[in-house]
């Protein structure tokens, strides 16, 4: 299948393809409708020719017939020989006539020995029918021509000769004379071969059996049909069943034609044949001057189509090569702005994506760096704690989040205490990543200082504030702290939800729920402790951000906390880092090819012996 891989290689094959079809199309059907047009006009043209042509031969037996004629209207009158004889004079002496015989037959005898004897009396000058010859003339009552013979070589004319032949009958209807007038064939035939009609063609004058009398083809067979020509012998039987037609030979259009017209004066018709390209000469030369004239159409659209487009591919090269270059990460100066048409606007709307594209990689390289700094942020690893089994990961739905995780070690409060927090800023990307970086720090610094943990949320939120006051963000916090001296958990919920707990002995599973609301929204807002005490060796404490059972999937289902609780129940007896992983993958499997759009933070934590 043909592929054009260039725009001048499709401009010309759908620009091209369709004139070429169109030129095509309408030079198929003028053909057509040329062709029948030809024909029929070949047929009228042909008719009337050979018309023509017959119509000189019957004048010319026309003027010997009416001789004739006056002499059978002298039938059955009381008519002088004299006026019978001058009729036979003016006979023998009309153009083309050789010879007049007039033959009187006894009444005593059958037909055929008065002809006979006749024949024998003509020889011996008895009745020859030369003015004062013979015994003079005999009465008869009607005649008629008989017979007109074919041509026959006449050795004493030395050439071919047509009989007419008149019987004379009397009142009982008896033939008792003929009267035979013979004309020189050449005569009658005289510059019809050579005539319009057959000019630049094949031409015969043939009688009722397709016999050949005159042929202007030398090579001619002697009866038409006889050399195996499908038309010829379809013309020869459409000369039984009418006095003229044409005819077409087999293909389109067809090999060969054919015409002719039976002559009203004598036995004879003239046939001619003509090949079709002839016929279709004319359409057959402009249909050459047609083909060379499309060619040439369509070569100057293809040269046309060539110099306009030269210029825009050349510009589209240089935007595609400039393309990629900046793919490569290699940006160069503007592109030149030649034209002020499509292709002109397309190199201006370039240089414009390419500025705005330079500032997108900057701000792209700006986010990695910022992503990189927010991950340094969060804990590289787990802390190692006696006691304790925590893990933690935070998924960002952007390059930077709002989600906060962190382990804080309180050194100054003794071995074997260690705060967990987990924090989820309003909205996501950079501004929560700032406000989250903020809260990191506040909390940070106020951890190395002494007082209670609802203490030291208090003053966070305070210091928070400050930034807040004109913005509306706020972040929600869980601070949970661990004593493992103690076996003793204490936690502040700062409007986030609470930790879920599963205990594997009772099966169960608790909250751990306190009073708060989220930092940033009031300043004077005191925040309050909970605590619980004794702890059972293999409890999960999971604390997550809502990013978790707020997702999503392609049906528009939640996650939910039912599910989450269900994975970690399943996966109790597995490490604090597991059972995060087990979460995780869940989660994934839940949401497939949906978007992650808010930020995912969890944190394991599972006490040991």
């Known amino acids: 299948m043909l592929k054009p891989k260039s725009l001048q290689q499709r401009l010309a094959l759908f620009l091209l393809l369709p004139v070429a079809l169109l030129l095509f199309g309408v030079g198929a059907l003028g053909f057509v409708y040329a062709s029948k047009n030809l024909f029929a006009l070949w047929r009228e043209v042909t008719i009337l020719k050979l018309q023509r042509a017959a119509h000189n031969v019957d004048m010319r037996m026309v003027r010997i017939k009416e001789r004739l004629q006056a002499f059978h209207d002298t039938a059955g009158e009381e008519a002088s020989p004299v006026v019978q004889e001058w009729i036979l004079d003016q006979l023998r002496s009309q153009e083309g006539v050789a010879r007049s015989n007039l033959i009187w037959v006894d009444g005593g005898l059958n037909q055929e020995n008065r002809l006979h004897q006749g024949r024998e009396k003509q020889s011996e000058g008895l009745a020859i029918g030369g003015k004062g010859h013979g015994r003079g003339m005999m009465r008869f009552k009607r005649a008629k021509i008989s017979e007109i013979t074919s041509p026959q070589y006449d050795s004493m004319k030395e050439h071919q000769t047509v009989s007419l032949v008149s019987d004379l009958i009397d009142g009982n209807g008896q033939i008792v004379g003929k009267l035979e007038v013979v004309v020189r064939f050449d005569y009658l035939v005289q510059d019809i071969m050579s005539g319009i009609a057959f000019k630049d063609r094949k031409g015969y004058l043939v009688d009722r059996s397709g016999n050949v009398l005159i042929c202007n083809d030398p090579k001619s067979p002697k009866r038409l049909g006889d050399d195996n020509n499908p038309l010829a012998k379809e013309t020869l039987e459409a000369m039984e069943r009418r006095p003229f037609g044409t005819l077409f030979g087999k293909g389109h259009p067809p090999d060969q034609v054919s015409g002719f017209y039976r002559l009203m004066e004598a036995p004879w018709t003239l046939v001619v044949f003509s090949p079709g390209k002839e016929v279709l000469a004319p359409i057959i030369r402009f249909r050459i001057h047609y083909i060379a004239t499309g060619l040439s159409i369509l070569l100057l659209v293809l040269l046309l189509i060539r110099m306009v487009m030269g210029r825009t591919v050349s510009s589209i090269k240089q935007v595609s090569t400039a393309a990629e270059k900046i793919a490569q990460g290699r940006y160069g100066p503007p592109l030149p702005v030649k034209t002020e048409d499509e292709v002109g606007q397309l190199t201006r709307s370039f240089n414009s994506m390419v500025l705005q594209l330079e500032e997108g990689v900057r701000l792209k390289e700006a986010l990695d760096l910022a992503m990189e700094i927010q991950q340094s942020f969060l804990p590289q690893k787990s802390p190692d704690v006696n006691g304790l089994d925590i893990a933690g990961t935070a998924i960002y739905c952007d390059e930077t989040g709002g989600d906060y995780y962190d382990f804080l070690h309180l050194f100054e409060l003794g071995d074997g205490r260690i705060a967990v927090a987990v924090g989820d ?56 702290l661990l004593d493992t001296n103690e076996r003793e958990i204490q936690w502040v919920r700062a409007g986030h939800d609470p930790a879920i707990v599963y205990d594997p002995v009772s099966g169960s599973f608790e909250e751990l729920k306190g009073s708060g609301m989220a930092l940033g929204v009031d300043d004077n807002a005191q925040f309050q402790d909970n605590s619980s005490a004794g702890w059972s060796c293999g409890q999960v404490v999971v604390i997550g951000t809502d990013g978790i059972w707020e997702t999503v999937n392609p049906q528009g289902e939640m996650y939910g906390k039912d599910r989450l609780r269900e994975v970690i129940k399943s996966n109790s007896q597995l490490s604090a880092e597991q059972i995060m992983q087990a979460i995780i993958s869940d989660l994934t499997e839940f949401r497939q090819n949906a978007p992650q759009n808010d930020d995912v933070t969890l944190v394991v934590v599972k006490t040991q012996t």
């Open 425 to 480: 800023v309003v909205g996501h990307g950079i501004g929560a990543a700032l406000l989250m970086t903020t809260v990191r720090a506040f909390l940070r610094g106020r951890v190395t200082h002494s007082g209670s943990a609802a203490e030291m949320i208090t003053d966070v939120n305070r210091l928070m504030c400050i930034d807040t006051e004109h913005t509306g963000d706020f972040m929600t916090l869980f601070f949970l």
